[in-house]
């Protein structure tokens, strides 16, 4: 008995085609060519209209999110982590219209504290020596370890320290957590008070 090549069914030695399919069984099995059955193609289910919607809608999130987390980076904030950017920027008006006199040798300081989750923090206002002396003070914006170092005449590292001037507007940026010192000094002027006036101080931490 031989096998068809085609077919795979037995036929006889003696036989030329193969009974069960017709073929030359003369013909060498290494012409014959296997031919693999066509996978049938998967149909294509269209996307249902809800579906399309849901995937809209949490696109439209991502974007929103995205934008956000821009915006409030921008501001400053997110160094405290992701809580720090949804809290809400802490605001405090260190002087609103404010006269001053500091005596002769003196500092008059604010102070206001940065927390863990908001420490980025920025220091606006104007300030200006509108009589005394040489109309000139220095200004500090400082941690309060600093400004002890600083009182007791030892060195300091400021975000802002001003030789001594008549004017200043303030724009200063502070990212330390914890207690901070806006100072303004006349300890360099052992006999002239100076009076100094201060407009819309405020510091925004977030």
């Known amino acids: 008995m031989i096998r068809c090549p085609f077919c795979s069914q037995d036929a006889e030695e003696t036989e030329s085609v193969c009974p069960h399919c017709g073929h030359d069984l003369r013909t060498p099995s290494k012409q014959v060519k296997q ?17 399309r919607i849901s995937l809209m809608l949490i696109l439209g999130f991502l974007i929103i999110v995205f934008v956000f987390v821009a915006y409030r980076v921008r501001q400053g904030a997110g160094r405290g982590g992701i809580t720090g950017l949804l809290m809400k920027p802490q605001t405090a008006q260190l002087a609103t219209a404010d006269d001053i006199t500091l005596a002769p040798g003196a500092i008059q300081r604010w102070v206001w504290v940065a927390t863990a989750k ?89």
């Open 35 to 51: 031919v693999k059955p066509a996978t049938p193609a998967t149909p294509s289910v269209p996307m249902s209209r809800a579906r």
């Open 118 to 206: 908001q420490p980025t923090c920025r220091l606006t206002g104007q300030v200006k020596v509108v009589d005394g002396g040489e109309h000139d003070v220095e200004v500090f914006v400082l941690t309060a370890a600093n400004y002890d170092s600083l009182s007791k005449g030892g060195m300091a590292y400021a975000f802002l320290q001003t030789e001594r001037t008549n004017a200043v507007n303030l724009d200063v940026t502070s990212s330390e957590a914890g207690p901070l010192v806006f100072a303004i000094s006349n300890r360099f002027s052992p006999q002239a008070p100076k009076v100094v006036q201060l407009r819309k101080v405020q510091v925004v931490c977030q």
